[in-house]
């Protein structure tokens, strides 16, 4: 096996360091995969007359790059992200991001998110906190071109139509008058069957849980634990003074409301 000089092992490390960081070529990493780039690479140089060299290490590279596994770009951008965290804003960003339910942390999709939230508050030099995180990811969901990645999340209820309940999801097909009775048969003499109606038609009312039923699903309708706070805090608040559920669903539905706005 070709033994390297001292200056040669110091040329690797550079070009391994700049291939990882710049050009997303695992090697610096003790995962199987850049373990096994630097084997592909190890042999290259064993069985080429090849001065080695930082250039000549990435030019190799390019050249066998068939044959070596390489960073997604996510993961290449992650790496980036990180850099610029200190080792403190690491373990908030990663307390954070366990605390998300519909928002993806795993794969791409995940890093991806995590790319987006967290630059968000480094290029405006804003403290990476979780309440810092919990304003970018609101920024970013309402601002940024590129598109977050979610967990499917509860269909929309179509009990509810701009934050009111739709009754039109509450009629039957039940007639709402009585079959019309002619006072007088087409001969002229009366119908004793006859009987005038007096009373006043009336709408058909909800089921009584209705509005039960929709404070509990409006309840579920949250993106970030800030907002989670916000409901539980005006159901508690609704509940303690005795409103009726339309009531506290009526001031759920427009907190909602107001962040479909702001979308």
């Not at 997303?24 to 003790?30: A, E, H, K, Q």
């Not at 390019?62 to 992200?81: I, M, T």
Request: charged letters at 25%; a positive charge; hydrophobic letters at 35%.
């Amino acid at each position: 096996m070709r033994q390297y000089s001292e200056q040669e092992l110091n040329q690797m490390a550079a070009a391994e360091e700049e291939l990882d960081r710049k050009h997303g070529l695992m090697l610096l990493d003790n995962s199987p995969a850049a373990k096994a780039n630097a084997v592909v690479l190890n042999d290259y140089f064993n069985n080429h007359n090849v001065p080695m060299s930082v250039s000549s290490i990435v030019a190799a590279a390019y050249a066998l790059k068939d044959k070596l596994d390489w960073k997604s770009p996510a993961q290449v951008e992650f790496a980036e992200v990180l850099a610029r965290l200190e080792p403190a804003q690491c373990l908030v960003v990663n307390s954070w991001f366990k605390k998300q339910n519909r928002l993806k942390t795993d794969g791409d999709e995940g890093l991806r998110n995590i790319n987006q939230i967290v630059s968000w508050l480094l290029n405006r030099r804003y403290a990476v906190t979780e309440s810092g995180l919990d304003m970018a990811l609101t920024n970013v969901q309402n601002n940024s071109s590129r598109k977050l990645f979610w967990h499917e999340g509860p269909k929309q209820d179509r009990d509810i139509w701009n934050g009111k309940l739709n009754h039109a999801r509450f009629q039957t097909d039940e007639p709402t008058h009585a079959e019309s009775v002619q006072e007088f048969h087409p001969n002229g003499r009366r119908n004793h069957a006859f009987k005038a109606n007096t009373d006043e038609p009336r709408k058909r009312e909800p089921k009584v849980d209705a509005w039960k039923d929709i404070v509990g699903r409006y309840m579920t309708q949250w993106t970030t634990h800030g907002q989670k706070a916000t409901l539980e805090a005006e159901y508690n608040r609704g509940i303690a003074t005795g409103k009726s559920w339309r009531e506290v669903g009526a001031a759920l539905g427009q907190i909602i409301k107001s962040w479909q706005r702001g979308r």
